[in-house]
């Protein structure tokens, strides 16, 4: 049996990536605050809802997934009810497995993970790395509970802030980078509907050049910039406005956050 405990955005994309990886719905209990969301996962999903001491007592294995700052009081709420044999699987963006350690006591075992929006799609980035008490075979588990929704890495958790601020809100990178390019054809003249499609056709058949050719981005881009050419018109300008220097301040700003959220 698996718990998700907090079954918001994140908790509910875990959801549905088991139980089309698989998973029967009666082999789930999910966690919501409000009575309303638990009724809407109920009827979504037919999994089991119950409450977090309920669930934490009736599973093998534990995902966290509250928002960092309601994490503590998750904690203190489940401690009791959580032995040494269970597996818990954090999600929650910088909360060390140090943090969950400590507020559980004995020597339970504690995966954390920073996943990311695409595993509504089967297609997450996830990265995990093990606590004090995590063995192999914890991170098998939990390997084998990610992989079916897509990929994942072991990373020393001291990468853990850095992969929240590059792959946990990688997607959302993309999508503000193609609302600007479709804002651009709209400038240019072409219905929005139309620079959709171009822009997001463009931007997929690129990104799977990219993971399956195993070359160098700059090899790709350099195939596409022609001496004098359009690209490096457009490259030209990037550069000008400082966009590569502007998505390392972004991204080392998402990192500093992440620590931040960490120690509260």
């Given at each position: 049996m698996i718990a998700i405990l907090g079954t918001g955005k994140m908790g509910e994309a875990l959801l549905s990536g088991l139980l089309r990886a698989g998973f029967r719905p009666e082999q789930i209990i999910a966690t919501a605050r409000r009575p309303d969301r638990a009724d809407a996962l109920r009827e979504r999903y037919g999994v089991v809802v119950a409450g977090n001491a309920e669930a934490a007592k009736g599973a093998e294995t534990l995902i966290l997934?509250?928002?960092p700052q309601d994490m503590a009081a998750l904690l203190a709420e489940i401690a009791p009810f959580v032995p040494?044999?269970?597996l818990v699987i954090s999600v929650a963006a910088g909360i060390t497995t140090q943090f969950v350690e400590s507020r559980l006591g004995g020597q339970v075992p504690v995966v954390r993970v920073m996943s990311n929006t695409p595993v509504l799609v089967d297609e997450a980035m996830s990265v995990i790395s093990a606590g004090?008490?995590?063995e192999e075979e914890h991170l098998e588990r939990t390997e084998a509970l990610l992989s079916?929704?897509?990929k994942v890495l072991r990373i020393p958790e001291s990468q853990q802030d850095a992969a929240t601020a590059l792959s946990g809100s990688g997607p959302a990178y993309f999508f503000y980078l193609v609302e600007a390019m479709v804002d651009a054809g709209i400038l240019l003249g072409m219905p929005r509907a139309a620079a959709l499609d171009m822009v997001t056709q463009s931007i997929v058949g690129a990104a799977i050049m990219l993971r399956d050719s195993g070359e160098h981005p700059v090899i790709l881009r350099?195939?596409?910039t022609s001496p004098g050419?359009?690209?490096?018109?457009?490259?030209a300008e990037l550069e000008r406005h400082r966009v590569r220097a502007a998505f390392l301040d972004a991204i080392e700003a998402a990192r500093d956050r992440s620590r931040r959220l960490a120690s509260g």
């Open positions: 997934a509250v928002k040494a044999d269970r004090t008490y995590a079916p929704v897509g350099e195939a596409v050419g359009t690209t490096i018109s457009a490259i």
